[in-house]
């Protein structure tokens, strides 16, 4: 069971489409979203990314300082070709408060999604949409 109601899901096309989320999905980044855990030991998380081989390479002939990273010229993979992967990944609590080395015995895995359609399904039915997930590298408490 997810914290996110289904309300939030009926976005308009336009507002999926500039949401950051996906743009930073688009760029190859890493999505996670916070699940509510089934007991108060546990956090759980959903990890969202493109496909491997689908990843935008990193232009490396570009000016000096040039900051291409936050620029509209950055190489995006299309939503119209993208294909993901998602996977729960649950923790013990205390390992991630105290800074330990948490178990991995909980980490699932990675179940691939072929199309754009199929991925917004998928999330209706946890009860989430795009906007709920934010940037991996963000996260300072997802241990992967």
Known sequence: MSLYRTQDLHLGLSDIMNCK??????????LLCELRASTPADRVWL???LLEDLVPDYPFRTEPYAKIGHSPYFIKCSVERAQFRIRESTFNAQDIEQGLEPSYDRVGPYQTI???D????????????????VDASTSDDYPL
């Open 21 to 30: 989320s996906l743009d930073n999905l688009m760029k190859g980044n890493i």
């Open 114 to 116: 072929e199309s754009w």
């Open 47 to 49: 990890e969202l990314s």
């Open 118 to 133: 199929s991925l917004l399904k998928i999330l209706e039915l946890r009860g989430l949409s795009l906007e709920h997930f």
